[in-house]
């Protein structure tokens, strides 16, 4: 299941003694920062965490040879890539501007969450095709150099037998955690900015009893 957190949510740190601030702030104090605070917003164990940065994402796309993603929107970006609604095939560079773009979409950055789940789904269809699952080992010695991670390569290698079980067939659950925006004092910033209130994570993730991992 893919659950997508709004970076605005308004949360207490799971450091700097628990000073209240906009969840994509957690990133300034460290990883195990980052998923302390996910872990108490959700009431929940964090077991694992993949970090990638850009060029990261971009690298590994480009090394997957493109990725399949479906829009809900059609929209032009400032450098004028054109996203149709629908299917979309984007190399790396353009898939990193399909996920952080939000000025040029109706719904702004509900439109941005919803499409860094298409993005995610794309890069899961295409590693788990059978012309990808064969070259996994290859693949994986590119992959340790692009992210950081705490699984280690038993937890990778039972994953693919998992999913070898399965008959390369995983279906992806999608949620989104909505909420009402607001204006606050947050801790990193000595000013008033938007943020949002979120109450729903806990029911969502004990509906589906899934296993967090940020």
Same mark, same amino acid.
């Given at each position: 299941?893919?659950?997508?957190?709004?970076?605005?949510?308004?949360?207490?740190?799971?450091?700097?003694?628990?000073?209240?601030?906009?969840?994509?702030?957690?990133?300034?104090?460290?990883?195990?920062?980052?998923?302390?605070?996910?872990?108490?917003?959700?009431?929940?164990?964090?077991?694992?965490?993949?970090?990638?940065?850009?060029?990261?994402?971009? #690298?590994? =796309?480009?090394? +997957?040879?493109?990725?399949?993603?479906?829009?809900? %929107?059609?929209? $032009?970006?400032?450098?004028?890539?054109?996203?149709?609604?629908?299917?979309?095939?984007?190399?790396?560079?353009?898939?990193?501007?399909?996920?952080?773009?939000?000025?040029?979409?109706?719904?702004?950055?509900?439109?941005?969450?919803?499409?860094?789940?298409?993005?995610?789904?794309?890069?899961?269809?295409?590693?788990?095709?059978?012309?990808?699952?064969?070259?996994?080992?290859?693949?994986?010695?590119?992959?340790?150099?692009?992210?950081?991670?705490?699984?280690?390569? #038993?937890? =990778?290698?039972? +994953?693919?037998?998992?999913?070898?079980?399965?008959? %390369?067939?995983? $279906?992806?659950?999608?949620?989104?955690?909505?909420?009402?925006?607001?204006?606050?004092?947050?801790?990193?910033?000595?000013?008033?900015?938007?943020?949002?209130?979120?109450?729903?994570?806990?029911?969502?993730?004990?509906?589906?009893?899934?296993?967090?991992?940020?």
């Amino acid at each position: 299941m893919s659950v997508s957190l709004p970076r605005d949510t308004y949360v207490p740190l799971g450091c700097e003694d628990g000073s209240l601030d906009k969840l994509t702030h957690a990133g300034l104090y460290g990883i195990s920062c980052t998923v302390k605070t996910v872990e108490n917003l959700v009431d929940r164990p964090i077991n694992y965490f993949v970090r990638i940065n850009f060029t990261g994402l971009v #690298d590994i =796309i480009d090394i +997957l040879g493109g990725v399949d993603v479906y829009s809900d %929107n059609e929209f $032009t970006t400032d450098s004028g890539m054109h996203i149709k609604k629908g299917m979309n095939t984007l190399d790396g560079t353009q898939a990193l501007e399909f996920a952080r773009e939000r000025y040029n979409i109706e719904s702004g950055d509900l439109a941005r969450v919803a499409n860094h789940q298409a993005l995610l789904k794309g890069i899961i269809t295409r590693i788990s095709s059978s012309e990808h699952m064969m070259k996994i080992p290859q693949l994986s010695r590119y992959f340790k150099d692009m992210v950081d991670t705490n699984l280690t390569e #038993d937890d =990778i290698s039972k +994953l693919l037998s998992q999913h070898l079980s399965q008959n %390369n067939s995983w $279906t992806i659950h999608e949620a989104i955690l909505g909420g009402t925006g607001d204006m606050q004092e947050v801790y990193s910033l000595p000013s008033i900015t938007s943020i949002m209130f979120t109450g729903q994570m806990p029911k969502v993730c004990k509906k589906f009893d899934v296993k967090l991992m940020i």
